[in-house]
């Protein structure tokens, strides 16, 4: 096995301790709340956030999710008679209207549309229980294992439940996705097909909270009002879950408002950093490397908390090597903890010591 070099290349302490975040936070009215930063998966607030509770209309994430994911967007399709005149909220689709699936899920996520729900659970895989089994099959691959779906809309069953965490981290995944970013945080949308429909976000945030993205409201008489929520600003993005919460908007403001004042997003690593990492073997005793991205970390404002910066190359590394192949890690240390890592990939080419390299070598010598 070859051998690691670890080297620490920064240790950076902050100002004096003034009080700890989680003390400052506001108690939150739900029954269960979760805050991230989601750029580093740095937790900001938890509350019961792994009681399994229902979810109501925020499941429409998931369904969101594997319709983007499947590629047909664009496809326009026909409305089944099973979609229309679903219970609660709705597009008032009807049987046999054609609309793109890109609009069934819009109206999904802009006016929570039950209906689209079951169109698109249709749609991909031919009923809504064949659709449950696709979305639990997700949430799996995704590690959401507190999660489990019964329906595509989120209407009341006792065996379909979330937790605040992994509703969180579902919110999360989804926003790295930028179709799906785009859809949840649009705020008005008419729809294409054989009739059209006009759509508004009932997400307040994208009207009343600066930097707000989205992403999903829900409600049931079991459920109690939810909602998945994010906000974005100075580099620094948040995602959170409120279950249970009567008052979800005042509260996913001040939980929002709190990771704003509390925390401020910090660069550790900068995305162009070169470092110099040794080659045996090699026409070139070491090469330039990169991490494949930058670490930005959310610092609590006024603590005193440890960060170091730790390195990791392959000292046995060995010519050949190709541009992009990975050659170490690069680390953020926070007291003593490693929070998140980051791939080393050579930024250039060396290739191996050969006959030719050492003849070419002696023939220099001799003319030089």
Not at 69 to 83: F, I, K, L, Y
Not at 247 to 260: E, P, Q, V, Y
Not at 263 to 273: G, I, L, P, Q
Not at 276 to 288: C, I, M, Q, W, Y
Request: glycine share 8%; net charge negative; charged share 20%.
């Amino acid at each position: 096995m070859k051998r690691l070099l670890a080297a620490l290349f920064a240790v950076l302490l902050l100002i004096p301790r003034i009080a700890k975040a989680e003390e400052a936070f506001p108690d939150a009215p739900a029954e269960a709340a979760y805050l991230i930063e989601a750029n580093s998966g740095r937790v900001l607030y938890a509350k019961n956030e792994n009681a399994r509770l229902p979810m109501a209309s925020t499941t429409k994430i998931m369904t969101a999710l594997l319709a983007i994911e499947s590629g047909r967007m664009d496809e326009t399709v026909e409305v089944p008679a099973e979609a229309a005149g679903t219970e609660g909220s709705s597009m008032y689709l009807k049987a046999g209207e054609t609309i793109p699936l890109r609009d069934l899920v819009y109206g999904l996520m802009l006016i929570s549309g039950n209906d689209a729900a079951v169109a698109i659970a249709c749609v991909l895989d031919g009923g809504t229980e064949a659709f449950a089994v696709h979305m639990n099959a997700r949430a799996e691959e995704l590690g959401l294992r507190d999660t489990h779906f019964v329906t595509p809309n989120g209407l009341h069953d006792p065996d379909h439940y979330t937790t605040a965490k992994d509703l969180t981290l579902l919110g999360a995944y989804a926003l790295e996705n930028p179709e799906f970013t785009a859809i949840v945080s649009t705020r008005y949308r008419k729809t294409e097909g054989s009739v059209q429909h006009t759509l508004k976000n009932k997400n307040r945030l994208l009207w009343e909270y600066e930097g707000g993205t989205g992403v999903k409201t829900g409600y049931t008489k079991a459920a109690g009002k939810c909602l998945v929520f994010a906000a974005e600003r100075g580099g620094m993005k948040q995602v959170g879950a409120v279950l249970n919460c009567p008052s979800m908007w005042n509260t996913a403001k001040s939980m929002l408002d709190a990771g704003f004042r509390l925390y401020a997003e910090k660069r550790f690593v900068s995305a162009d950093t070169v470092f110099t990492v040794p080659v045996e073997n090699g026409v070139k005793k070491a090469l330039n490397a990169a991490p494949i991205r930058g670490i930005l970390y959310p610092t609590e404002i006024g603590e005193n908390e440890s960060y170091a910066v730790l390195t990791t190359f392959d000292a046995g590394l060995s010519a050949p090597v190709r541009a992009g192949d990975p050659v170490g890690s690069v680390s953020l240390v926070l007291n003593g903890t490693v929070v998140t890592t980051v791939p080393v990939i050579a930024t250039e080419t060396v290739a191996p010591v050969d006959f030719g390299y050492y003849f070419r070598k002696a023939v220099s010598a001799f003319l030089g």
